[in-house]
């Protein structure tokens, strides 16, 4: 997702034949250098919880080195998920605000929440707490 966010952005491009022609149209605001900062963090962090669990899931590294780096692709994993609906609740910032002031930040503080809330719960129930070998 972080990926393609980053070919599909808030406010478009502009048009080949002006000045700069195909850079991001709101290249210069604060909040889409924000959207751009959190969606390149999400794609960061799961690239490397994906690297972490491949790690992780090698029969030929010892046991308790496994269990340290599929607790860290948890944590990767977690962080990339809370980046992403950051970016995702700065685009909609973004893109609703001009049109509708009253509902970007219901939107944005139901995103967050949601999120913050899911990733908690995630977080108990997927960390290994240790290795007894």
């Given at each position: 997702m972080a990926f393609g966010a980053t070919f599909a952005l808030p406010g478009g491009y502009i048009a080949d034949d002006h000045a700069n022609g195909g850079t991001p149209t709101l290249a210069?605001?604060?909040?889409?250098?924000?959207?751009?900062?959190?969606?390149?963090?999400?794609?960061?962090?799961?690239?490397?919880?994906?690297?972490?669990?491949?790690?992780?899931?090698?029969?030929?590294?010892?046991?308790?080195?496994?269990?340290?780096?599929?607790?860290?692709?948890?944590?990767?994993?977690?962080?990339?998920?809370?980046?992403?609906?950051?970016?995702?609740a700065i685009a909609v910032y973004i893109m609703i605000t001009p049109v509708a002031a009253k509902t970007s930040p219901a939107v944005i503080v139901v995103i967050l929440s949601a999120t913050q809330k899911k990733a908690l719960s995630f977080k108990r129930i997927w960390t290994i707490k240790s290795c007894s070998m």
């Open positions: 210069r605001a604060k909040q889409f250098q924000g959207f751009v900062m959190a969606n390149t963090l999400a794609f960061f962090c799961s690239s490397l919880a994906v690297l972490s669990l491949v790690f992780a899931g090698t029969p030929t590294v010892e046991l308790p080195m496994r269990y340290t780096h599929y607790n860290i692709s948890i944590w990767l994993s977690l962080n990339a998920v809370g980046s992403l609906a950051i970016a995702f």
